[in-house]
Structures are given as structure tokens and as C-alpha cells.
């Protein structure tokens, strides 16, 4: 027997329910207006009156509407079809919706109900199993998409019976499991899991132990991102935010991207609409859309379903983590999903923290950082959730509350710069404000060495000492004057501005520079500081600038050349013999 | 809004603040549309019986027992090829009197566009302006803001981009702007002889600041007509979106609200983003003076 209310009070979104019985908290109700039923969420219980945000208009609601509670929160359905989908919020298929206009209420199915997987078993009848563990699997598009015991059955069951291979919907019973008490359960290849809590289902959860790449030079080798680490991204307005995870989100070893657009304008999203189904992805052949998913409440949808989007993009990729799959998560902003935080906070009258933000920001942000990671699963695969997030700190601002409590969570911070973005530095990521924790991890420092070259990382170290201290002698230059330092200030300068204009800067909009796979990376890393670490022993300072500016032309002219073809062996050879002459 | 017969009167407020009343009623929707003492005002809070109307010109001069009346839908606006070439008050009543527009009555503020049906905005709007076609250029489908300081002459290169973008219809709201300004806008629509384009909400200085609150809308009500209904390439103009913040601010400043970051209004973020939906054919320039 559902719990129902009635409308006692309106505040904007914030509706005040008397109930009839017992509620819980984010459990979910709805709200009868008309023809159509409104979807809320308990935020606040007081006595009988339940405090429930709605996340749609409440316009024209009248007291005494009914409410009918659910019994449950928020939940995400996970089952085939998710892949290439495009969904709002709360999981609404954005493709269904015939109209122009999303009117209020409207829900579609987030899957096919009706479409046939081809179906085959895995498991075998006798097994013990438990939530997570693979029951069998089907083919959507091109990943073997597991079924699995749903997570919430979390005691050990015993397989009693497994349905045969065939071509069925995923509402056909594919599995008959008993508990220890005798009672059997029917599992289908749907269900669903409350989005706020984090899947489990995994054995372990290990230190990160090898990088992602992102064929992004100032990522990849400055600051890499682990493959199941966090990392965010600040950045002033038109500082290359969305480009960059657009960028990402091209070209990431990742088998799946998540992409949550959390109020941002839909212009971005359309661009991901237009584009991604046509292009391919360069390491599988498959065309991108057939490896993204899209979440998007864009600004102008309603305010509350934002902070379900991060947690349904989340719950997404957990479910496909636990089939032993590389997800990556990007969302589009988290700082806008803060302001919704601190607009349900103002409405219930907290009192505000800083800058009005609500007292658990910080912890909020933290416990949803933590649910990204590397998982060993049961039966040996791993899998991994990759979490890259962006802020917007209003006014460019990074000591604001949302950037500094999500420095405490991620690992990675890529902090883009005003003064870059506008010297058209791009992508503007700082090489000194931005660090990677990763570097320190000795895993991924023995992973390095492996897979890159031996003392890569005490290399990269060098790198960004020359970058700081190229910095240093600029500031110098300016203070004292061209003639007022010694020659070496402008060799040091000059060798910095060298690794910044090759390595650190990339062209998002060149088809070769673009990308940049680890490999090349490491080629042109390394000679670019083979040739920073001769000393060139200039009498005048004039011979300096004109020196590296001829070599940063030609270093540039090997970034947009074919990798080893041969006018990239034309370019090298004559950069080594200009370095050689001097 | 005519009066229907069997329309219940409230004669008892209980609270009167400078910008909002309280009274007890019942059957009242939330955002609702009402009458107190001839002044239009909208339902914004609703506590068991206790209703919350924020009165738009402000509640000077309003008694205990003014008459209150409940129009029972949110405010609306008449769309049809009328509109073009009028200039409005912000409740979308014509100004220097004519007919009212005829047309069909819709809601403002009503459904957002689903941004799977949006198509990539591709079209350059050329202004003209070497600063903006070759640096920052406006997009057809964007929304662009101008930043500029009280001194700047922002309102003359709103007018020029306005002029020279190729649009079908362009939509100007105007929110606390000076009556010389809004004149101004006026004779250059005149004298480009392009009024026939030209649609005006208008909301100036004279007017009571909180009416501010229902340009946007009406202006974005009036946009998607011509874009979404007519297919017609539409540019519209908001300025200036500190004053509509501003109005935020002392709504719920009076409502004693918690204020948020600088004494906005928490919503006030949302609001604004929200006011700068877009379409999908729908040229759109916004003016946001200071940082928000």
C-alpha cells in the first residue's frame, strides 16, 4: 500500500506534503496537476510534513493536489540499450520525444522494451553467485554486455535454472536463483539501483596503477590522469573548458564515455549530437556515438534533475564497470550542480556556509569523487570508472568553495588560465598551477618505466622545473631589462617557451595534432629536451630569440607533420642539424 | 482578463510588505495571475491558505481590504503577426494605446526546447564589428553577453549588431532602461525604417522595478512564436540583465528570504540562465554588464 499526501504549501519548486503514513528520505513521489503527474523527491521530513523538491515547473499547482509516494529513491534503469542513448536528467529518452518543446511531465522509456538481444548464457546451473556476478551476456552494438545479479540481491544465491541461448527482450526471465532460505528469485536482464548510492558488487578497489591516455600532450605528459582516477578542470569563462573535454572525450582509451552536460548551454550538447554519430573513433573503427552516452540537462531544463544527472551519469558507469569495461565519466559543470545544491539549501532556509553554498558541499563532492576506481571483479576481470569533471568558478575565482572542496576529492587538477587562453596558449592548461597526484604514486611511476621509458617521470620533473624556472628569468627580463641579465636568462626563458609551444600547446582543430598518442608524445618529449639540455652559450641576447624562434617553428611544423613520415624525417633531421651547428 | 461572474472576491489581506500581500485563500494555483486593488500581481508562495501575491507596481497605497481577485492562469501573451512592429509594457499591453494584439493566448516562461530536436548552430551573424565578426563571433542560434561598465556605449553597438544582423524579426526587452534609451532604440528602429521588424517589451525606470520580471519572458514568449511557429530568424535583445537581477534581489529581499551570495537571491543563477533559452533558429544577444 503506497503512502499518498496532500499539497500543503508551495515555494517555487519546494512543495510541503502532509502525509498519510510513513516516508522516507529521497524517497520519490508523485504529484497529480491536471492530466499529468509531477516527479519529486523528499528532501526534508518535519513531523507529518514532507519537504519535497519537484523537478519540473509548478505552475498552476493548488493545494490539495494528490501525492503518491513510491517506496523507493531515485533510480536508474540498467539493462541492454543504454549505449549511444540520450537521455535528461532522470534517464527521459531525449530521442522519443517527438516535440519541439519537453512538456512538463513528459516521461519515455530510457530502453527498448521490445527489441530482441541475442541471448547467451554464462553461468551454469549449481553455481553460487552473488550481486554482480555474471549470469550471460548479449551483444549491444559491439560490447558484450553482461547480465548480471542484480546488485541489490546482495546475500549468495545458487543458480537454479538458466534460461538457453536465444533471442529474447530483456524483460524475459533469463535466471531462477534460490536464496539460503529455499525462496527463489527471477532475474530478468533489467533492473534498477537508487542513483545516490554507489554499486558495489566488486571485490577490491586497488590503487590506480596505469595511466588513460587522452592524446593531449600537456595531460599525457605533464599531468596524466590514472585509468580509474579523478581529475577536474577549472577554468574562467572561454577558457577552453568544453573543448577540451570535447577533446577528451574524442579521443580517450576509454571502451565507453558517460558524458553528463549538467547545466550547460544546449548549444554544446547539439555539437556532440551532430558530430559523434559520423565520426570514427580511432581506436576501435566504431563511430564514437556507438561508445558515448549522453546525459544532458542542459540550463534551461529544471534545476533539480541536475543533481540527478551527475548521480544517473555515475550510476551508468558503474553498472558497465562491473562488466569489466573502461568507463569514462566527463561532466559539464559540476560548479552548476553546486548552484542547485545551494538553491534547495537557500529554499529549506539552512543556514547558508560560504559564498551561501550548504555546509556538506564539501562532503557531498568528496563521496561522489569517491565512487570512480579501479575494481577487481569476481571471476578475475577489472574494470574502471574515470571521473573528469570541470568548474566554472565564477569570475575565474579558484579559491571559491566548489574549486577548493573538489581539490580535496580529485586527483588531477588542470587548472586552464585566463592569461593562456587569452595569448591564444591553447589547450590553456597551466603547467605550473596543475598537478597530477598520479606522478607520486609509485605504481604508476613503475608503470611508466615500463611502458614509456625508464625514469620517465624524473624526466617530466625536469620538464616542469624548466618551465618554472624559464618563468622565473621572463620575470626577471621584465624587472632588469633585455641587457640587464645575463645571456643565460634568455636561454633559460627561451627553452621554456620551447617546451611550452611543443609539448604544452596542441592544435584541438589540426586532424594530426589533434591527438596525440603516447608514443609520439614520448618522441617529441624527449627531443625536446635533449635539445633544451645543451648549452648553446650565446654571446648576445638577439642570437637567442632568433635561435629557438626558427627551432619552435620547425618543432611546430613536426607536430602537424604525418608521425614518421618522411617529411617528419626531412624536419628532424634539419632541427638536429641546426642544434648541432650552434 | 475580464472578470467572470462567479468569481470570488477576497476583501481581508493580512500582510502587506513593499512588494508583496498576504491573504487567506483557497483553490489558488501556484504562479497564478491576480488582481489586488486594480494592481496586477502573481501568486509566489502558498502555505496552507495563506497566499503570497508579489504585487508588480509595488503595494503603495493598498489597503487591508482591497478587492483581491484570482485570474486563475499564470500570465500569458497573445502571439500573431500583430506584434511586430509594436512596442508593449511588460505585461504585454500594447503602449501609446492601438487595438490589442489578436492572436492566441500562450503562456510565458512554458516548456523548454528538447536539446536532442536543436540543430548545430553553424551561421555566422555578421556585425560588422571587426571586434566581434573576427575575434568573438555571434553565431546564429548563440546567446552572446555584453559586459560593459555604466559609461560604455553599450546600447549603441546592441543597436548596431541589431541593424545589421539579418534577421527576420528582432525582439527587444528592455528592463529598467532609461526612458532616453528606450526612445533612442525607438528612433533608430524609425529611421532604419525597419520598424515592421521590430518588436519592444519595455520596461523603463519610470516603471516599478519588480514588472522587470516578466520581460524576459514575454520577450522569449514573442521569440519562439516567430522562430519555432513562423520558421523566421529571430534576435533578441535583453538589456540590462543587472537590473533584472536586481528586482530578483528585492523581491525576495522583501519576501525575507535568506539571501544568497551577495544578497542575490540563490535562484537568481537559474533565472537567468533559464531567461536565456534559446531556440534552435533563434538569434539571441544578451547584455550581463557586471560579473554575475
Redesign the interface.
Known sequence: MKTTGKV?????NIV?VRTEGAVSQNEICYITIGDVKLMAEVIKVIGKDAYVQVFD???????GAIVEFEGHMLEATLAPGIISR?YDGLQND??R?E??????GTKTDPIDYEKLWDYKPLAKVGDVVTAGDWLGEVKELWVDHKIMVPFVMEESYTVKSLTEAGQYNVNKVVAVLTDSKGEDHEVTMVQKWPVKKAIKGYVSKPRPSRIMETGVRAIDTFNPIADGGTGFIPGPFGAGKTVLQHAISKQAEADLIVMV?C?E???E???I???FPHLDDPRTGHKLMERTTII?N????P?AAREASVYTGMTIAEYYRAMGLKVLLLADSTSRWA??L??M???L?E??GQ??FPMDLSSIISSFYARAGLVHLRGGATGSVTFLGTVSP??GNLKEPVTESTKKAARCFYALSQQRADSKRYPAIDPLDSYSKYLEYPEIVEYLDGHIENGWVKNVMEGKTLVRRGKEAAEQINILGDDGVPVEYHEMFWKSELVDFVILQQDAFDDIDANCPIERQKFMFDFVMEVCRKQYGFVEFEECSAFFKNLINLFKQLNYTVWQSEEFAKYESEIRSIVASK | MTTKAFQKIYTKIDNITKATVTLRA???????LATVGGHLAQV??????QVTLQVFEGTEGISTDAEVLFHGV?PTLKVGDGLAGRFFNAYGEPLEGGAPVEGEER?I?????????????SELIATGIAGIDLNNTIVS???IPFFADPDQPYNQVMANVALRAKADKIILGGMGMTNDDFLYFKNLFENAGVLDRIVCFVNTTENPPVERLLVPDMALTAAEYFA?DKGEKVLVLLTDMTLYADALAIVSNRMD?????DSM???S??IL??S???L?SCHRVVRLPS?L
Open positions: 500543503q504549501g508551495i515555494i517555487s510541503i515547473s509548478t505552475r498552476g499547482l493548488k493545494i540520450n531525449l530521442e520525444m516535440s519541439l518543446f519537453i512538456e512538463r552536460a547545466g548551454r544546449a548549444n550538447v547539439v555539437e549530437f551532430a558530430e544532458c542542459t540550463s534551461n531544463m534545476v548552484q542547485a545551494r538553491e539549501s537557500n529554499r532556509e543556514l547558508p559564498d551561501a565564477a569570475g | 483557497t483553490g489558488v494555483g501556484n504562479d497564478e509566489v508562495k502558498i502555505m496552507g491558505d499564470p503562456e516562461g512554458g516548456p523548454t526546447v528538447n536539446p536532442f530536436r536543436r540543430r548545430q548552430p542560434g548563440q546567446k519555432a528570504q535568506i539571501p544568497s551570495k537571491p540563490a535562484r543563477t537559474r540562465q533559464r536565456t533559452r534559446r534552435c560579473s
